[in-house]
């Protein structure tokens, strides 16, 4: 009771003494009484029995504890220990505190002490002994070991009473059990079972690995059990020669090794005598659909003398005392008990809106109802009501979810402890708690109220949402297209769980699914859908999962539940999203773009970038990473680099661990640089997964800077220096740690196991990404690359070097010129090869050769990609030459597949397609106004050629790699499938003009130079040797901004422009300013025979429009008055023999300009072409429908 009493106080009588309190107020005297006197009045009314006794301790004991004066009275009690001032206040019950032991650890520290670590603080005691402490921390590991255990798993087994004592020693409640062995063991026979070897002996605890027991393994242990099991084990064991209880680890070990190991007290099987065909019935079994059956009838033999043998019906499960009789027998059959659960709960309105949680107060505040959960949940006004207000069936529950608590300013008035259950027919309903431990209580029990057997075991802590879904996968799609499987999902933590639940549909297999380890989530709209329902697509590393709820208010409660799990926001390296090798994505992402954009940054991770920009990068990064994307034009490499360090600095616990740090210094002061090496082996592999990944990354990035260090001037030692704080979080205080860096980045190949082919792929990343890098700073020194022509022979390569704004129109006419090929009616495109010949994409006249070349790096095998010179049709691929757009869009009827397969399947069908601006669409008919899908063409790759893996419906057809995902598209004949691929190319290069030829003359290919800078030769092969051979054909430089190389770079280039629209264009303006020329002989010049086959576009045999030269942009030219008369006098060699043959195809047939020419006709009548391109012949018909033969 309470008793108010004078200057503030108040009592509290209890039946073993009277507590006194004094408060600041009377107001808060009185509202203490107040709150007291309706705790016990209430607790009356209800009629609550007073709290039994606690169980005796297991241990007890005085301790000193560090930070009290005197020594504690401590109680150990499963799962908590408690500490009392004194004995005899342990016996009052006044103590003063109690520790939960779930998540703590025990560790033993100096003589007589030892540590407990909870997640909040530590509590050191020290013993009366060395014996009591190893006894109180022997005690106080077996009971945190108990707090981790579950016995739903024992107690179901335990339902058949032979399970309850040992198949060995018949000790009871035994709590372990060999899973292929079909018994049930205490602890210590399961130790003499792993002595066995997990070939023989897979042992599982009852209690601690109850993620391994499926209802159908359960469902066996049930059905065998220990008697009928030993029946098959020890059917001939003579009597007297069993086990006890009390047996030593001697004797107990010979008896199980010749029990298991060498059958020695097995009967021979009445069915298969012959131990051979027993090995192949158990294969069979385990191979089987149904392996409840086929092992209990395979294990079944001839039962003794009063007992009763084994019944089809018990082999169904509908045995009497353990099943109940079911409509539908199978193997997935349970006992379920239903869940009893009472209390006060706040129930709001059912609703069709999704909200947040009823505030506590004011007109809408929930009103407090009595509950009862049994067969169905009733409500009641008050605990003596005989009629309920309100029921709930738990087949009309869809879905139950746990509220967020309210993190706003303006939710703070709202219960912090609610859930929700969303009903059939769209409805929802409310339910607030008045604390955490009731809300856990009133879930789980509701869990096991509505959702199968397979779910109980998962129910806990950390509950977010547990309902029914619909789940498929791209194996389930091939098998049965359309087909969904039943099952039921349960959130917790950061992990889905998928189990199997009776429905309409077959039941889904029982899979998790770890959301923070995804590639990406996506939500699939109704509209794309072929059922008209949005699903979730769930792409993990080897696979996809859809997941699609009963409708729409569930499917968007589990879409906002799934995306809030799986994103960041902890400090702790387990927390974070993690990337397809298990690194986070932070990690990941920062070096992708350091290695990127910052290899050649003098004093990357030195220099320091912007606090401000450092810290919202960091925090965009822990709110959601796979939304973050870094690019250059938007991010600092200064910035990244600090969020990187910080990362790693603000972590919980350090990469690599703070309990190892004792051991890092340890081998770091080896005296031996070989025995350090393998200490820091032997070191990394004591760190978990992630933490042994995450460190193997980092240091491979720091390995690869440190690669560059004439560019960027970070030698090993300085990235040490500034690593170390962050990765040791030693705040620069530790010798050791820099020592250990250093020599870990140093030893990086040796100590990570990295293989040759590795070490020559980060040398080949590193090259490219600086030579690039390079080449886009200074035009001193540009890339060598090979081409083939025609076929992938090495007697058909030509080695040039190509500079970033090379082109594929110049680097084809480069080529040809160089190989010096004849001219001729077909049109030569360049054409990127992929997967060793698979794939083929036709580059656009216009596109960037080396941009394209230098993504090389990025595939599975950088060596399956070159560059090829084909000669094309002008039918095929003329369209590419010219500015006209096309007038309609394109349309047609293709056979599709997309990988991943979302909406068109894992199957080729036929689609209607639409390409309309820049756009590819997908309609459901070929008239249809809205299409099904859409997909941008800025960044996408059209290819020539399907793989043939996917074994497509026709030989023609083109691969379109989109940002997420591959299109494969096959077409009826090889017209239509360049119609549709040049198509694409067009609608990706609309916006450029027509196509603009860059001519340089003989001289300047003959006279190749290459700059001062490494040159990287990038080809088909990789073999070293090749690529030396072909460089040494080539003149080197030694000598860095001579007047000679200033000379040539400003050498002027001229540029002829071929307009296809204007073929006929009136070019009389241009001759009557030139017509003196042309009415004098042609006088060949010294050097005309390096013009006679000048690089023209496809309209230099038809029209001309000239433009006067115009020097380069640049400074003014440094050249002597020698080199610079030489350059003119080239230009009006040049200039004079291009108006000559101007004149020859533009006076017509018959005029005297032509009849004066010393130019002969070819055999075949049409003009010769130039190299790369074909020559128009002379027609009638208008320009625009002018055919390109």
């Known amino acids: 009771m309470t008793r108010v009493s004078k200057d503030n106080k108040f009592q509290v009588i209890t039946g073993q003494r009277v507590f006194v309190f004094r408060t600041e107020s009377e107001a808060q005297r009185d509202t203490w009484c107040s709150t007291l006197q309706y705790c016990l009045k209430e607790q009356r009314l209800l009629g609550h029995p007073r709290p039994p006794h606690p169980p005796r301790p297991l241990r007890t004991g005085m301790l000193e504890l560090r930070g009290h004066k005197a020594k504690v009275f401590a109680a150990l009690s499963p799962g908590e220990l408690a500490l009392y001032k004194s004995e005899q206040a342990f016996s009052l019950g006044i103590g003063i505190c109690f ?52 016995y739903e798993v024992a107690e179901k087994i335990w339902s058949n009473r032979a399970n309850r004592h040992c198949a060995d020693c018949g000790a009871s409640r035994p709590d372990w059990a060999a899973v292929n062995l079909g018994v049930v063991i205490c602890k210590q026979c399961a130790g003499q079972h792993r002595a066995l070897g997990s070939g023989i002996s897979k042992v599982q605890s009852l209690k601690l690995d109850t993620s391994v027991w499926s209802n159908e393994i359960v469902q066996l242990f049930i059905v065998l059990g220990n008697d009928r099991a030993n029946r ?64 209990a009838q395979l294990l079944c033999v001839e039962a003794s003398e009063g007992e009763e043998p084994w019944s089809h019906s018990a082999l169904d499960g509908s045995f009497p005392g353990l099943l109940p009789p079911d409509p539908c027998p199978g193997v997935y059959n349970e006992v379920v008990v239903p869940a009893t659960h009472s209390g006060f709960l706040y129930c709001g309105p059912v609703s069709n809106k999704a909200g947040p949680p009823p505030p506590r107060r004011g007109r809408d505040a929930p009103p407090r109802l009595w509950c009862v959960l049994g067969a169905a949940l009733e409500m009641f006004a008050s605990e003596n009501s005989p009629e309920p207000l309100s029921l709930i069936q738990p087949q009309d529950v869809v879905c139950l979810g746990v509220s967020p608590p309210p993190t706003d300013s303006g939710d703070l008035d709202r219960f912090p402890f609610s859930f929700e259950l969303i009903l059939t027919g769209g409805r929802i309903q409310h339910f607030s708690t008045e604390g955490a431990d009731s809300l856990e209580a009133w879930t789980s029990a509701m869990g096991r109220w509505f959702s199968p057997l397979s779910c109980h075991q998962l129910l806990g802590p950390g509950l977010l949402r547990l309902g029914r879904l619909w789940l498929r996968s791209p194996s389930h799609t091939a098998l049965a297209p359309g087909l969904w499987l039943s099952g039921f999902g349960l959130l917790r933590g950061d992990h889905l769980f998928l189990c199997p639940a009776p429905g309409p549909g077959p039941p889904a297999p029982e899979d998790m699914v770890h959301l923070r380890r995804l590639q990406e989530i996506s939500v699939v709209p109704a509209a794309d859908s072929p059922d008209k329902k949005e699903h979730l697509v769930l792409v993990e590393t080897g696979r996809t999962l859809y997941l699609q709820g009963e409708g729409r208010l569930d499917f968007s409660a589990w879409n906002a539940a799934i995306g809030g799990a799986a994103g960041g926001g902890g400090t702790g390296l387990q927390e974070q999203q993690m990337s397809r090798g298990d690194i986070p994505i932070i990690v990941d992402a920062c070096i992708s773009f350091v290695t990127q954009h910052g290899l050649r940054l003098e004093g990357v991770y030195r220099k320091g970038g912007a606090r401000a920009r450092s810290l919202r990068l960091l ?100 990235l040490a220096l500034l690593f170390a704080p962050s990765v040791f979080q030693t705040d620069g205080r530790g010798e050791h740690e820099v020592r250990v860096l250093q020599e870990l980045i140093d030893g990086y190949i040796s100590v990570f196991d990295i293989d040759s082919d590795q070490v020559a792929q980060i040398d080949l990343e590193v090259s490219l990404i600086t030579t690039w890098k390079d080449v886009q700073l200074s035009q001193a020194g540009d890339l060598i690359m090979e081409v083939y022509i025609e076929q992938q022979l090495p007697d058909n390569c030509v080695t040039l070097k190509v500079s970033p704004t090379l082109t594929a129109e110049e680097l084809t006419n480069q080529v040809l010129e160089m190989r010096g090929t004849a001219a001729g009616t077909d049109l030569w495109v360049t054409f990127e090869i992929r997967d060793h010949g698979e794939l083929e994409r036709p580059l656009h006249p216009k596109e960037k050769v080396l941009e394209q070349a230098l993504q090389w790096c990025q595939l599975p095998e950088p060596c399956s990609a070159s560059l090829l010179l084909k000669k094309v049709s002008l039918a095929q691929a003329g369209c590419l030459f010219t500015g006209v757009r096309r007038e309609s869009p394109r349309v047609g009827l293709l056979r599709c597949r997309e990988e991943p397969p ?138 860095q901004g001579s007047v000679e190389e200033q000379e040539e770079l400003e050498e002027p280039v001229y540029e002829e422009v071929g307009a296809f629209p204007e073929l006929t264009q009136d070019t009389s303006t241009f001759f009557s300013t030139t017509q003196e020329w042309t009415d004098k002989p042609e006088t060949p010049l010294p050097s005309q025979k390096s013009f006679d086959q000048p690089l023209l576009s496809k309209a230099s045999t038809l029209g001309w429009e000239e433009r006067p030269p115009e020097p380069p942009p640049g400074p003014p030219s440094r050249s002597s008055p020698q080199a610079q008369g030489s350059l003119e006098e080239q230009l009006l060699q040049e200039l004079s023999s291009l108006i000559l043959r101007k004149g020859e195809t533009t006076a017509g047939p018959g005029s005297p300009s032509q009849q004066s020419s010393p130019r002969s006709p070819s055999p075949t009548g049409l003009p010769t072409q130039t190299p790369g391109f074909p020559t128009q012949p002379s027609c009638t018909c208008p320009p625009s429908s002018q055919p390109f033969t």
């Open 619 to 718: 925090a965009e990064f822990r709110r959601d990473a796979r939304s973050v994307k870094l690019r250059p034009g938007e991010h600092f490499v200064e910035d990244v680099t600090d969020t990187l360090k910080r990362f790693f600095r603000e972590l919980d616990d350090p990469v690599t661990s703070a309990r190892l740090l004792p051991r890092w210094r340890e081998a770091a002061e080896l005296p031996q640089k070989d025995q350090r090496l393998e200490k820091y082996k032997e070191v990394i592999g004591c760190l978990p997964r992630v933490n042994r990944r995450t460190l193997a990354t980092l240091i491979g990035h720091l390995y690869r800077v440190q690669k560059c260090a004439a560019l960027n001037q970070m030698c090993t030692r300085n």
């Open 232 to 295: 098959f084990w020890a059917g001939a064991l003579p009597p007297g020669e069993g086990l006890h209880p009390d047996s030593t680890p001697g004797p107990r070990g010979e008896f199980i090794s010749r029990k298991y190991r060498l059958g020695l007290f097995r009967k021979p099987h009445p069915q298969y005598p012959d131990h051979s065909q027993l090995l192949q019935a158990l294969c069979a079994a385990v191979a089987g659909p149904n392996l409840l059956k086929n092992m």
């Open 902 to 1039: 979302r909406l068109l399947g894992s199957r080729f069908q036929e689609r209607f397609f639409l390409l309309r601006g820049r756009c590819l669409l997908l309609l459901k008919e070929k008239k249809s106004s809205k299409p099904e899908r859409e997909w941008p063409l800025e960044s996408a790759k059209v290819y020539l050629g399907i793989r043939k893996k996917l074994k497509p419906p026709t030989p023609w057809g083109f691969t379109l790699i989109l940002e997420k995902m591959h299109l494969y598209l096959s077409c009826t004949d090889e017209d239509e499938m360049w119609d549709w691929t040049t198509s694409i190319l067009k609608a990706q290069h609309d916006d450029q003009q027509q196509v603009v030829l860059r001519r340089r003359s003989s001289s300047d290919l003959a006279r190749q130079k290459f700059g001062t800078m490494p040159l990287l030769p990038i080809r088909g092969d990789d073999s070293g040797a090749t690529l030396l051979s072909a460089n040494q054909t080539l003149p080197m430089k030694s000598s």
């Open 99 to 150: 520790i939960e032991l779930q998540g703590c650890s025990v560790r033993e520290t100096k003589s007589r002490s030892f540590d407990l670590l909870t997640p909040h603080r530590c509590f050191s005691f020290t013993a009366e002994s060395g014996g009591a402490r190893q006894s109180w921390a022997a005690a106080l590991q077996e009971a945190v070991t108990e707090t981790l255990s579950d």
